[in-house]
């Protein structure tokens, strides 16, 4: 078993790997409606369009043009594509070590979270943005 502890992100060019305090990325397929007149049970079709969303949360962190409030929390951030790179460890690409990347957009940011006390976090949402799709490398 392993332990998840030192994932490698980085956001157009921009290692954010210190910053990152949870990761996840879900791979996904549209599977349209193939029901017709007459059948008892809904069917879908296979084949459907792609989808792939990343989240991440992040432990807040301003001042620098490459800490995350930077890079994440201007008003400008949402709506912003750039290139995305997410692996499970920071070690080499390797098969037990993949490397996903693709062209992903901003879709939500939330630049303020917590309560007293808390660590000051942020979350961040991406879709993937780019008809060329999703890459998984397992070797440099």
Known sequence: MAIYKDARVTWKGTNISSSV???SLELGAETPDATAM???WRG?????LKTAAVEIELNWGAGSTTGVDHLFASTSA????GALTVRPTTGSIAAGNPQYSGGFVVTAVTPLQGSVGDQHIQNVSLALSSTAGLTRAIST
Not at 78 to 81: P, R
Request: hydrophobic residues 40%; proline residues 0%; glycine residues 26%.
């Open 21 to 23: 305090r949870a990761l």
């Open 38 to 40: 007459g059948d008892n």
């Open 44 to 48: 879908v079709a296979t084949g459907g």
């Open 78 to 81: 949402v709506g912003q594509v």
